[in-house]
């Protein structure tokens, strides 16, 4: 097993990855990455490669999951409501988090999660900011397991989005 970052001809198993989160969201009656401008899609995947933001986890030499932590400020955490950060300093945040459905339950997302938590310590960043909908009860109960606070609401600036409530989530480092 291991995290690395993703290259870009990771792009279309990472896609595999990403569609596999999309029909669990479906299948769970969540309206999350169901948007009618299909994010994320492969653009979006293949920036976040060109940024060196994407990280993979591989097991079997095979892309197993997928997680995005960046250094890019996110304009809607401005607008938090009913509640605050913790801290106004320097943050990383994650986004695009997804495990391939053949290996649900494995681990595969907490690895990927200690992975990234390392390197924003290393960064030495204040904290991780992340977003999540309420009902997505796998992130809640992955962002928890690791300490990561609910801190308040957000809404996504991105258009097409069904439901543009996020809850608000940091973990103070």
């Not at 293949?46 to 097991?59: P, W």
């Amino acid at each position: 097993t291991m995290v690395r970052l993703a290259k870009l001809d990771d792009a279309k198993a990472i896609m595999t990855v990403i569609d596999d989160a999309k029909a669990l969201f479906r299948q769970d009656g969540s309206d999350q990455w169901q948007d009618k401008d299909n994010y994320p899609h492969l653009e979006a995947i293949t920036k976040d490669i060109n940024r060196e933001e994407m990280y993979v986890n591989i097991r079997n030499n095979e892309v197993v999951g997928c997680i995005v932590l960046s250094s890019i400020k996110e304009e809607a955490y401005d607008g938090i409501y009913d509640g605050a950060w913790q801290q106004d300093g320097l943050y990383m945040v994650i986004h695009r988090i997804a495990v391939r459905k053949d290996y649900y339950h494995q681990g595969v997302a907490k690895e990927m999660m200690e992975e990234v938590i390392n390197i924003a310590k290393m960064k030495q960043v204040g904290s991780i900011k992340v977003d999540t909908k309420l009902e997505n009860k796998r992130m809640m109960t992955l962002l928890q397991l690791f300490g990561f606070k609910v801190v308040g609401k957000i809404n996504l600036l991105r258009d097409g989005v069904l439901d543009k409530v996020r809850i608000a989530l940091e973990l103070k480092l």
